[in-house]
């Protein structure tokens, strides 16, 4: 893979070719892959009872990869050259061999010496899981919006590892006219000389600002799309990729959202709105998925994607309860939620599929730790009225009707009561504003910070 990049400048490459972002897809697809774990004392492994690499393996096959092989090692500590150690490389570079590899993918993060090291071992590409799961994005990205997220995030990732990634990174730029390498520069910029990596971080540092620049629009835009929705009560879909967040959507608002067996099937956040009856309505987010490990650069670029989730007056954290490890998958998700500071924004979980349920002994477990949760089957409809009147709870708990009284001169105060609530009728008695307003409940406090008074409470 890097050795086919090597024979071209990375000026070239960080150019027309970056805008879609297919460096490793089509090197990925259709390759046959031989998956290594490492398990480590001290790691959450909950899943490791059933099988370790079942969610690498998936990862690999929603890229385009054939798995042909596993290789999992139990270690005290990881080795700083080939991460499993120079013996069990051997063995893996014969298990390799046998199984007529052409990938091998880890499901831990490698550094790009020990990437070196291995493949000078394995004579096979090698990547980790943070690069497959950057790949399985580039590929699903559709809008020109997510399209900007996965490149600033495979940027970001790569960035550090120009060095150990293509062999034209040493050679020098401008230290001799007459050779190939001192025409890198052109006539009137050759010198003293500069390595082509200098030339080629210049490159890629450029390329990050500019992306930068264009999500922060992305990122205005979005919020002042969001901030436009008060009028409503907004919910968010969260949840693991694959747990059925789309098919639920499907189900309560007949989005017609693209669904498919496979991880990270849809990137790009969808809004329909939802009539919950009773003459109440919400609008309902998805937003994508989130996994174990989720590359920190992914969280980072698809802020803009996910503030639907950052300021939302409810979640609905849909759960795979057919999944054997349920509960990993939920504590994950709920870690990358505190790391976005959602943690106290209310959560119904919903525990989906659970009419293809069968291992009864973990289903028990995970009912047992999610005593609240409404069960439901997205694709049969079983237990949707339940959600919906769960979720009708939260939004006659979430605002509150109120009378009020104030000085018909308070601006401030009638500018705070159209941005956060609605104004239901309003008179002036005796030179005395009386207004009648229906307001989140949590926003009462600045309401009467701004000489709102209640009346008759």
């Known amino acids: 893979m890097r050795q086919a990049l090597g024979s071209r400048p990375l000026g070239i490459l960080f150019g027309s ?67 499993i150690g120079h013996g069990k490389a051997q063995e893996l570079a014969v298990y390799v061999q046998d199984k007529q590899a052409d ?32 790949d399985i994005f580039a590929s699903r990205a559709r809008t020109n919006e997510a399209r900007l997220q996965v490149e600033l995030a495979q940027l ?33 910029t050759r010198g003293p000389g500069e390595r082509q990596i200098e030339i080629d971080r210049r490159i890629v540092q450029k390329r990050v600002t500019f992306l930068r620049r264009q999500i922060a629009q992305i990122d205005r835009r979005r919020l002042r799309e969001v901030h436009s929705r008060r009028d409503f009560f907004t919910i ?83 759960v795979d309860a057919s999944s054997p490890d349920a509960v990993g998958q939920t504590r994950a998700v709920r870690q990358v939620l505190s790391e976005m500071d959602c943690g106290q924004i209310p959560a119904i979980t919903v525990l989906n599929k659970i009419d293809v349920l069968h291992d009864e002994s973990a289903a028990h477990l995970l009912r047992a ?10 694709v049969r409809g079983d237990g949707l009225d339940r959600l919906t009147q769960r979720v009708l709870e939260h939004v006659r708990n979430h605002y509150v009707r109120v009378q009020l009284e104030a000085d018909p001169a308070n601006g401030r105060l009638m500018a705070y009561l159209r941005r956060h609530g609605q104004i239901l009728g309003q008179s002036v008695k005796e030179g005395c504003l009386a207004l009648d307003v229906r307001i989140p409940r949590a926003e009462m406090p600045r309401v009467s910070e701004l000489g709102g008074r209640q009346l008759g409470g």
């Open 17 to 83: 070719e970056l805008k879609d972002r297919r460096r490793i897809t089509s090197q990925v697809q259709a390759e046959r892959a031989v998956l290594v774990g490492v398990l480590l004392p001290g790691e959450d492994r909950a899943a490791a009872r059933y099988d370790p690499l079942a969610e690498l393996a998936a990862l690999a096959r929603a890229a385009g990869a054939e798995v042909v092989g596993r290789m999992i090692q139990k270690r005290t500590r990881i080795c700083p050259g080939t991460y």
């Open 103 to 134: 990938l091998v993918i880890f499901d831990n993060e490698l550094t790009p010496s020990q990437i070196r090291d291995l493949e000078e071992l394995l004579h096979r590409h090698v990547i980790d899981r943070t690069e497959l799961i950057l």
């Open 156 to 188: 970001e990732y790569t960035a550090p590892r120009l060095r150990g990634m293509w062999t034209h990174l040493e050679r020098i730029a401008g230290a001799g006219g007459g050779t190939a390498a001192g025409a890198v520069g052109g006539i009137g």
């Open 236 to 318: 968010g879909l969260v949840g693991y990729t694959n747990a059925g967040k789309s098919s639920l959507m499907n189900a309560l608002t007949h989005a017609g959202a693209y669904v498919a067996d496979q991880l990270f099937a849809t990137l790009d956040t969808r809004t329909r709105r939802w009539e919950l009856g009773g003459g109440q309505t919400a609008l309902l987010s998805d937003t994508v998925g989130f996994v174990r490990n989720l590359p920190h650069q992914l969280v980072a670029s698809f802020r803009a994607t996910l503030e639907e989730v950052i300021h939302s007056d409810l979640l609905l954290h849909v």
């Open 369 to 378: 730790g999610e005593p609240d949760a409404v069960e439901v089957s997205a």
